[in-house]
């Protein structure tokens, strides 16, 4: 593992989704030699992606907007405005809606597994 640095602006790619949608992949873990994914995610008002699983943990905060959130397995729905955060481990099953148009930080780690995030 390796210290990784990045100014605001310093990306790998950005990973575009319908209606103007994007997520920045800030830090990957195959590239940057470290045990974490860091997205900038942008999502536009009404951005829904459907049921999302991940295989690794996952840590979400809000820093402009308003989302929802729904935990399916719990059947609770909740939602994040500005300063706003969620984890879920590895596995559970959401589903996102943003509220308005959003910044939102997503950090994705080794869940029980073992499993490093990937690198898209």
């Known amino acids: 593992m390796s210290v990784v640095a990045k100014q605001g602006r310093e990306k790998h790619f950005t990973k575009p989704f319908v209606g103007g949608t994007v997520?920045?992949?800030?830090?990957l873990p195959g590239p940057d030699d470290c045990?974490?994914?860091?997205?900038k995610f942008v999502?536009?008002?009404g951005f829904s992606p459907g049921e999302v699983r991940h295989n690794t943990d996952e840590f979400v905060y809000v820093l402009e907007g308003e989302i929802e959130i729904e935990f399916i397995l719990e059947c609770s729905k909740h939602v994040l405005r500005t300063g706003?955060?969620?984890y879920v481990p590895a596995g559970?099953?959401?589903?996102?809606?943003?509220?308005?148009?959003s910044l939102v930080l997503c950090v994705f780690f080794r869940g029980d597994d073992g499993k490093l995030p990937e690198n898209d």
Do not use: C, M, N, W
């Open 23 to 27: 997520s920045h992949r800030v830090i």
């Open 35 to 39: 045990p974490i994914k860091v997205t």
């Open 43 to 45: 999502p536009k008002e």
């Open 84 to 86: 706003g955060s969620y």
């Open 92 to 101: 559970t099953g959401t589903k996102f809606r943003a509220l308005e148009d």
